[in-house]
């Protein structure tokens, strides 16, 4: 077992007094050790932080590194040239401090030290490059197109704000600044007075969205993760072909089934109840799709060990793998949200009192230049909840699309 | 004879086996079909269903008051020999899929590449800058209001400042200036979930593998990109070109909403508001099952192309 994850690196390692020794370096599933020639105990020795064990170790381009890879993914590089590095996974550079751990190495350092005598501490690279194979001009390159395409993408969603914020008198100028020189909420306050004159009061809207939404994102949360369980976790068959034909249905958008999907609801009587938003919300492709795809992660012990403990499928499913897909989670309900908070319903609700808030925002839209500042208010506050919530649970969605991929 | 029958006897007895087979396998996981059943049977008929109607309404003239009457091809007929704002719709929508589709996937994945090269914090920036314009889903409404037709348009003024115009053009009526600024509008909004794919995947490939990549002498990003990133992307890259199908297809609120329903001599029509305006505006359900069907099929072979076309990535 040792056997395997021992990696052995010839070299030699210098003190600053000038002493060296040849020898190894020797890394394995406590730590590195550098063992001098003809000896059997090492004489400088790091061990990995307790929490993280090793993963795996390989040997690195020149003769005397190694690199070692730890369960949380940060690297340590051991390179009898250079002394000891870090290499941070999530910040993707290389640490320019060399790492003390403090084991029998320190207290190496120590005694050397009582003794005037000093291990060398590795000098710090002038420019730290985090890919070798970079030019600087293709670098320079990259960051101007970068810059120059976010400025292009932002630049809407700036004037748009820029809008929601102009006095009256702003709108008429020209040329039309892109940000106001004097910023007023009162836009903001028409909106409240223009949501007041409606027939139907505002609130029952912001309601009646916040119910869809919630319920329609609740559900979806439940009963896809249901389904994405089985497919992902059991052998069955039909589940194949089942995944196969929610994969294709991601292509097909509301717009598309809109029309026979009207026919449906008016069979089964759904049309102008909130049914029908919440329940075709239910069943959303890419909610569960996203989730199957995260939960073939899970390792199948986890599952088998529970099983052999007497758990329950539906147990096995609430108890351990729910709490342990929590960004799939999330990314559903951004997804849910998303759809559910933007829709306007117009082809399947009818009724004023059980119009959503979208759907009546976008009423303000009508009305010449005097309304463009309410209304670009209204579409602030629209945007703003998708965006917010993306926002805050950027790193968690991420995590879950890096499963997104769909296999041949 | 004799040969083939027994041939075909022992073809069904397989058959037989396996269909039994897969029965004590079914029994044995029940469970499974319980959990599944919520999620199946609305699946089922919210997209399979609607699918299947599609494809029989489009067959037959139906205005939902009177019962549907079985009248063969008829509306494919007319749709393609008759319609002819069907042709200009045709025209629009492929003209939006065959630029927006292939450019909107390149640049996700550009940007998604280039960002992925960004230190930590600026890229979480630049992922919310790159992804808002599509969740933010109605905000392209602002863009009546950047190439509005009089000189308070932000265009307009731009232009007149710089004495490129004389006076202020009407962008969104004019038939010519539509489909430009639509497709404009729609690039914008197309890094959606595929671009989140890419940026995740690029994130998620071993770094390992680009370390052994530079000792074995790859010497810049294209190589790396070509022998190493996109093999081991390919899983994102199909699935983002599912989404990007979908959002070249599925084009009808942003047409709707900037260039008004109908547009000026229905220059700006899609497939879907054809669709649309058949199905909620004339109530002609046979016709627009009609329409329907035939997105369908476009959008599945569309995607039977794209999975050949990227089963050859990096090979």
Redesign the interface.
Known sequence: MSEINTVKSNGTLKLIDGKKYRGYLQADETGVAFYPKGKTEPIVQWTYPRMHRMDRIRRGGTSGEITVILKDDSRYIFDLDYGLKLYDHMDKHWADKPVMPRTRGDELHRLAELRGEKIEVPKKHLITRRHPNRSIGGDIGVYLILLIFAILMVFPLVFLIGNSLKPLNEFFRFPPPVWPSQPTTDNFSDLFVLMGQSWVPFSRYLINTVLITFVGTFGHLVIASMAAFVLAKYQFPGGRTFFAVVTTCLMFSGYVTGVPNYLIMSRLGMIDTYWALILPAFAAPIGMFLMKQFMEGLPTALIEAATIDGASTFGIFWNIVMPNVKPAWLTMIIFSVQGLWNSTATTVIYSEAKKPLVYALNQLLAGGVARTGASAAAQVVIISVPILIFILSQSRILETMASSGIKD | MQQTQSFASRYFKMKREQFQH?LV??K??K???L??A???I??F???????C??IF?GFTYYN?LEPARFIGLQNYINLILQDEVFLIAIKNTFVIAVITGPVGYILSFL?AW??N????WIR?V????????S?????????S??FRGD????FN??L??FGIIEAPKLWLITPDTMMPILIVVIL?MS?G?GF??F???F??ID??M??A???DG????W??LYHITLPS???????GA??S??NA??V?DVPRMLCGFPSTDYAARTV?TH??DY??SRFE?GY??AI?TI??LV??LC?KAI?GLL?RVGT
Do not use: D
């Not at chain 2, 969740?135 to 863009?143: D, L, P, Q």
């Not at chain 2, 790859?218 to 990003?221: A, K």
């Open positions: 897969g396998q079914a044995h996981n469970v499974c079909y959990f599944l919520p999620y199946a609305l699946f008929t919210f997209f399979i269903l609607p699918i109607t599609s309404y939902i940007f280039f960002i090269e960004l230190p930590k979480s630049a992922v919310v800058i790159f992804y808002a314009p969740i933010a889903a109605s905000a392209f409404t602002i863009f209001v950047l000189a308070y348009g932000w003024a731009i007149m400042e914008w890094m979930t989140l794919s940026v995740a995947g994130q998620g770094r390992s680009y370390e990549g530079y000792v790859v010497r810049n990003r190589q790396e992307m390919k899983p994102m890259l199909l699935f599912v989404m199908i979908t297809f599925n009808s879907v669709l649309f199905g909620f359900m627009a099952s329907a997105l369908f959008m599945i995607k999975t089963g």
